[in-house]
């Protein structure tokens, strides 16, 4: 089989273009790439933190799913306190993602909604509800009603694989320097393109010398 075959015969038109992918490769852990990119979003983090204080803070209603109405403060109030109060303890613990319908918009926040776009992309047929995923932790921003998913819900399953792709990525970028491409969940699991080169992981022997390193 040609070496590194999927990468170059793939992806030839944009190697000659582009050159985003290709290229010299150094496996090595903790890059420097990393430690530049986590200043970046630290400054970046910090800024919003900042501006974030001053969104509104007022009263807002939230419907849960069986129709019970609960009040929360726009901008402090995330969906796992709401689910904390209002849903089982057996139940809290499963719940990986919000479905949020909002009704009235206090402020609009300028984060990026992955899972949305994912979503997106991955559905054939856009969803009857004009919902919005949302993260647990995430302040909600307004009057709506919210739905909590489990990882038997498609929203669920996709927001974990999702999240599971990202730690596979950091994974990879941190323990070998690899320089990732493209790692969308999938209905069955997820996975991490990455660029490493002429080397390939070797799963037995690499996984023995982290072991020792973390002894």
Not at 27 to 49: G, L, T
Not at 117 to 138: G, T, V
Not at 158 to 185: D, R, V, Y
Request: aromatic content about 10%; some cysteine.
């Amino acid at each position: 089989m040609e070496e590194n075959k999927r990468a170059t015969k793939g992806t030839e038109h944009t190697i000659a273009s582009s050159k985003k992918i290709g290229g010299e490769f150094t496996k090595q852990e903790n890059a420097p790439f990393i430690k530049e990119r986590a200043e970046i979003w630290d400054k970046f983090y910090s800024a919003q933190e900042e501006k974030n204080k001053s969104l509104p803070q007022e009263k807002i209603k939230i419907i849960l799913q069986d129709g019970r109405e609960v009040e929360g403060i726009s901008n402090v109030t995330t969906p796992y306190q709401v689910a904390e109060k209002h849903t089982k303890k057996s139940e809290l613990k499963e719940f990986l993602v919000a479905k949020v319908i909002y009704s009235k918009k206090i402020s609009e926040t300028q984060v990026v909604n992955v899972e949305d776009e994912q979503q997106e992309e991955n559905c054939s047929e856009k969803p009857k509800e004009n919902f919005e995923l949302w993260d647990l932790y995430r302040p909600l921003i307004g009057d709506c009603k919210i739905e909590f998913c489990n990882f038997e819900t498609k929203e669920g399953k996709n927001t974990f694989w999702h999240s599971s792709a990202h730690l596979l990525g950091s994974a990879i970028e941190n323990l070998f320097g690899a320089k990732l491409c493209i790692g969308p969940a999938l209905e069955e699991g997820f996975y991490y393109d990455s660029f490493m080169g002429n080397y390939v992981i070797d799963p037995l022997n690499d996984y023995k010398k982290l072991e020792e390193k973390t002894k």
